[in-house]
């Protein structure tokens, strides 16, 4: 009989005994339990989360779209600006003490002559030099390259110095010896003269990214005698990445780093996390000299194929930056919505009410118009307590000057209501709530039919249009609602003293980035048009609210 045999047999022949041991062993079995992995993990590149740890802040710390961010420090005071396309007042300025609360102070772009011919605000860069903001960005498509200046973030801004450098997404870089930079999304380097806006130098292709398509939001960087450039690769969705390079010489040449990207989500790491298309980041050192990472990415109501309605929006991730080496984010380069990280001191801003009544002459900077308003649409005061809206010829669709003012969408599950006086007397007058996104916009409507004032629920997309079936209005006024709950969007209306009725409900893919376009968000507004020559009726808002909730 072998040993192997024999030790078999007299195994066997305990089975008390050992029953016996395991018994007795119940304490050590039980931390077993909790050390040793009872199968294997859901992704074995995705950071281990200590959910014991508290948390500290959650992302997005700018919700709703605020894409393509830049920051800058001034001693204790932080500032952020965005992109923001077609919507005027153009470029909000926020404000922070500790990178996580953020309130909007300003906008870059309030007067239309500053940019008079249209508007179309692609990515932006902030930087502060000897007492002055600099703001420059991409008015694509009609003028090009501009920056504008302020000694007060909150403004007023100056009119628009143009640059004669290509492409988008321009950067500006102050070096130690006076001298100032600027390149933009070709990696093209030029000395600049600030005064004057005068290129001082020949460009210079001083790097070529790492390959990702669509390079885009360089900025340069100075850190223990290195010049660091970073970017964004891959197109601003899934395959969005952060990249970095660096030289002993601002002209170059530039050497990658060996462990880019160092900020994705389209690695296993980041696969089926509720944040994605991670990107397009500026880093700032804080003023205890922790450093600091902001990037854009966005919240998918559908997972797949992924859709996102709301927007690109702000996250805040931490940097880990050593002497002569190079940054690495949040450990692994992924970020999470909810932060377990050590923070500045946390200096929240007050709560803004939910509701809004229109009593204030002035509207509150989060309300935009599409593109140039023609002020004498828009009253405050015309009815004290309400806002009272004109409607134009002009539509929403037609991309030109709509009768419309509305804010961002910032929650994915959110109510948004008004009541609404209107009494239309032609069959062209309407006003109503409406979402809208790069052009696509769902609408609930009043308008007259057949001698009667009606409500409608109308979905336009593209060269679709759905109107639902009419109802009947009875006399005064009509509250109007609308429920998102990620990729759903409920419409509903009530009057008097009733409760919301339903009139349609939506799958939010419809008017999501994925399937509509372009690079911004969902919009609340409020609007009111003549389709086709101006309104005789004019449409009173009593008051707005909006409720957010992340479930």
């Given at each position: 009989m072998?040993v192997?045999k024999k030790?078999k047999k007299?195994?066997?022949?305990v ?5 016996s041991?395991v ?7 039980a ?9 294997p993990?859901?992704?074995a590149f ?8 508290p948390?500290?802040y959650?992302n997005?710390?700018?919700a709703?779209?605020n ?7 001034v001693g204790?005071d ?7 396309f077609e919507?005027?007042?153009?470029v909000?300025?926020?404000?922070s003490k500790?990178l996580?609360n953020?309130?909007l102070i300003g ?12 508007l179309?605000i692609?990515?932006t ?6 007492g002055?903001?600099y ?5 694509t498509?009609?003028?090009g ?6 000694t ?5 801004w100056?009119?628009p ?7 988008i997404?321009?950067?500006l870089f102050f070096d130690?010896d006076g ?8 990696f ?7 005064k ?8 210079r292709k001083v790097?070529?990214g790492?390959?990702?398509r ?9 850190k223990?005698?290195?010049y660091?450039?970073m ?7 899934e395959?969005h990445?952060q990249t ?5 010489y ?7 780093n060996?462990?880019n ?8 790491a980041?696969?089926g996390s509720?944040?994605q ?5 500026d ?5 205890d ?5 902001i990037?854009h ?9 992924v859709?996102?309605t ?6 805040l991730?931490p ?14 380069g992924?970020?999470t919505?909810d932060?377990?990280?050590p923070t500045?001191?946390?200096?929240p801003f007050a709560?803004k009410p939910a509701?809004i ?5 002035e ?6 118009y599409l593109?140039?308003?023609?002020s004498?649409?828009?009253?405050t005061?015309?009815?004290k307590?309400?806002?009272?809206l004109k409607?134009?010829?002009q ?7 709509p009768t ?11 109510t948004?209501?008004?009541e609404l ?7 062209n007058?309407e006003?109503g709530?409406t979402?809208?996104?790069n052009?696509a916009?769902?609408d ?5 039919e057949n ?5 409608v ?9 759905h109107?639902?079936?009419?109802i ?7 509250k ?7 990729a759903s969007l ?14 349609q409900?939506?799958d939010g893919r419809?008017?999501s980035?994925e ?14 048009t003549?389709?086709?020559?101006a ?10 609210e ?5 479930k």
């Amino acid at each position: 009989m072998t040993v192997y045999k024999k030790f078999k047999k007299k195994l066997f022949q305990v089975p008390v005994l050992v029953f016996s041991l395991v018994s007795f062993c119940t304490g050590a079995d039980a931390q077993i339990k909790k050390t040793v992995p009872t199968g294997p993990p859901e992704n074995a590149f995705s950071a281990l989360v200590d959910t014991a740890a508290p948390i500290t802040y959650r992302n997005p710390v700018i919700a709703g779209f605020n894409s393509d961010p830049s920051i800058c420090r001034v001693g204790d005071d932080y500032y952020m600006v965005s992109s923001t396309f077609e919507y005027f007042p153009g470029v909000p300025v926020y404000h922070s003490k500790d990178l996580v609360n953020w309130q909007l102070i300003g906008h870059c772009i309030t007067r239309p002559d500053q940019l008079p011919n249209e508007l179309n605000i692609f990515a932006t860069t902030i930087r502060h030099h000897n007492g002055v903001f600099y703001m420059i960005t991409t008015n694509t498509g009609i003028e090009g390259n501009f920056y504008v200046t302020a000694t007060n973030p909150a403004g007023p801004w100056s009119d628009p110095v143009f640059i004669k450098v290509k492409a988008i997404d321009p950067d500006l870089f102050f070096d130690d010896d006076g001298k100032v930079y600027v390149t933009s999304s070709t990696f093209e380097l030029f000395e600049i003269d600030l005064k004057t806006g005068n290129l001082l130098s020949e460009g210079r292709k001083v790097w070529n990214g790492t390959g990702g398509r669509y390079p885009e939001g360089p900025h340069i960087y100075k850190k223990d005698g290195f010049y660091y450039l970073m970017a964004a690769e891959g197109g601003t969705e899934e395959a969005h990445t952060q990249t970095i390079a660096r030289s002993k010489y601002i002209w170059g040449p530039y050497s990658d780093n060996p462990a880019n990207p160092i900020l994705s989500h389209v690695n296993a790491a980041g696969q089926g996390s509720p944040i994605q298309g991670v990107g397009h980041a500026d880093i700032t050192q804080a003023h205890d000299g922790s450093w600091w990472m902001i990037f854009h990415g966005y919240r998918p109501v559908i997972g797949y194929p992924v859709h996102h309605t709301i927007g690109r929006e702000t996250f805040l991730a931490p940097v880990s930056w050593p002497t002569n080496g190079w940054p690495v984010v949040n450990g692994n380069g992924t970020v999470t919505l909810d932060m377990r990280v050590p923070t500045l001191p946390l200096k929240p801003f007050a709560a803004k009410p939910a509701r809004i009544d229109f009593k204030d002459q002035e509207l509150d900077l989060e309300w935009n118009y599409l593109r140039y308003p023609v002020s004498s649409n828009y009253s405050t005061t015309a009815r004290k307590g309400y806002l009272r809206l004109k409607g134009s010829a002009q539509t929403i669709e037609d991309r030109k000057s709509p009768t419309f003012i509305g804010r961002r969408v910032r929650n994915l599950n959110f109510t948004a209501s008004t009541e609404l006086e209107f009494n239309p007397r032609q069959v062209n007058e309407e006003a109503g709530l409406t979402l809208i996104n790069n052009g696509a916009h769902f609408d609930l409507l009043i308008k007259q039919e057949n001698g009667q004032r009606v409500l409608v629920s109308r979905l336009r997309f593209g060269g679709v249009v759905h109107d639902s079936k009419p109802i009947i209005l009875k006399p005064g006024p009509v509250k109007l609602a609308v429920q998102g709950e990620k990729a759903s969007l409920s419409f509903m209306y009530a009057q008097g003293n009733e409760t919301l009725k339903p009139v349609q409900h939506v799958d939010g893919r419809f008017i999501s980035t994925e399937t509509v376009g372009g690079f911004s968000g969902l919009y609340l507004g409020l609007y009111a048009t003549g389709n086709g020559k101006a309104s005789t009726a004019d449409a009173d808002y009593d008051w707005f609210e909006y409720v957010g909730d992340e479930k």
